[in-house]
């Protein structure tokens, strides 16, 4: 990621290399163990290149929109009406 922020290209450009799928393959095993089911990929993933030292300065640029982990979902969309996870986000 620090090598592609210093090329000036986007955070997203990781998903061109290998090594970044295999992180998500290596976590997808626990996240189904986790969820009890199953899982599919949501489209919608992507990558950030979080600095809460330029977040503090107020300095925007592409890839560091959040300064820190959080889900774009409410309860009821990421939760069963039983209460039971229906979604995971994982920050790495």
Partial sequence: MKCLRDKGWP?????M???AWEVVRSVWDRAEEL????SV?????????????MAQKDNKYVG???GLPHRDY??????AADGTPQLLSVWV
């Fill in 74 to 79: 409410t309860y009821a969309e990421s939760h």
């Fill in 64 to 66: 560091t929109n959040f």
């Fill in 41 to 53: 990929l949501e489209p919608s993933f992507t990558a950030f290149m979080l600095s809460y030292q």
């Fill in 17 to 19: 290399f290998d090594e």
């Fill in 35 to 38: 969820l009890g089911s199953e």
């Fill in 11 to 15: 955070p997203v450009c990781i998903f």
